[in-house]
């Protein structure tokens, strides 16, 4: 009954999202502080995590094919899917879940507990527009781009590593990575960025913008917001990769 009422409320905010702006202008300056927010503050932890990840998954992957049959360019072609299928857009988002999830939380929490949300709603703006919606279309923009920029350091990552690690030459892991390369691959890590920024913006935004009580319960509401996040990630991995592939 919870997991209902919950779902009730998230679709009762979801609607009040999509009236009429009061001022486009505000709500515009309000997007774009939501995307240096969370595209440009989630840059740096994207950038370290997708090329140490390319790395160890040359390492690994170069440690598992110890047949002198299979040809080297496999290690290539092998990192080259897991990062681009897998490891940039999955991993990268469960981090994100932590990171941008977390700050959206606590954020609108902490306006809830201060009253400051009542305050805006008192002079006639429309909180859940005003406060939730740039913080869904922001993470629908920015995040997808952060995705393909993980999958690019991802593979640099594994090219270098291979390279420092003498496992195997540049110009062979560059002929393996256009090797059997299908499209197809990076069209599905981009629907499965969509489908995951939405649920790292709107699931902390729905416990942050209902949060009741003090400080103590900006914190509960915090951390639920992180863990069924983060279920709710895996478990849309999980159908859209029985569905897609």
């Known amino acids: 009954m919870k997991i209902l009422r919950e779902l009730g409320e998230f679709i009762k905010m979801a609607g009040g999202m999509f009236r009429k702006p009061e001022n486009s202008k505000m709500y515009w300056k309000q997007f774009m502080l939501q995307c240096n927010d969370i595209g440009i503050g989630s840059l740096g932890i994207i950038c370290i995590i997708s090329v140490f990840i390319g ?45 941008v999830g977390s700050k959206i939380a606590s954020e609108l929490g902490n306006m809830r507990v201060s009253e400051q949300i009542d305050a805006l709603e008192i002079m006639g703006i429309n909180t859940k527009g005003y ?18 920029l993980a999958m690019v350091l991802g593979i ?25 390369f299908k499209a197809y691959n990076v069209y599905f890590a981009l629907i ?13 935004a729905f416990y ?15 951390t639920r917001a992180v863990v069924v996040s983060c279920v709710l990630l895996l478990l849309a ?6 569905l897609l592939l």
């Open 192 to 204: 499965k960025s969509f489908v995951f920024a939405f649920i790292i913006t709107a699931v902390p």
């Open 55 to 99: 790395a160890v998954s040359t390492l690994q992957t170069a440690y598992q094919l110890v047949s002198p049959i299979i040809p080297k360019t496999t290690i290539a072609q092998i990192v080259r899917d897991t990062v681009i299928l897998e490891f940039a857009p999955t991993l990268s988002c469960i981090v994100l879940c932590g990171v």
């Open 208 to 222: 942050g913008y209902n949060v009741k009580g003090g400080a103590l319960e900006i914190g509960h509401s915090s």
């Open 156 to 180: 640099w990552g594994g090219r270098l590593a291979g390279t420092a690690a003498g496992i195997i030459d540049p110009s062979i892991f560059d002929t393996g990575l256009v090797m059997a």
């Open 237 to 242: 991995d999980y159908i859209l990769s029985a």
């Open 131 to 148: 406060l939730v919606l740039p913080k869904i279309l922001a993470g629908l923009v920015t995040i997808p781009l952060l995705i393909m």
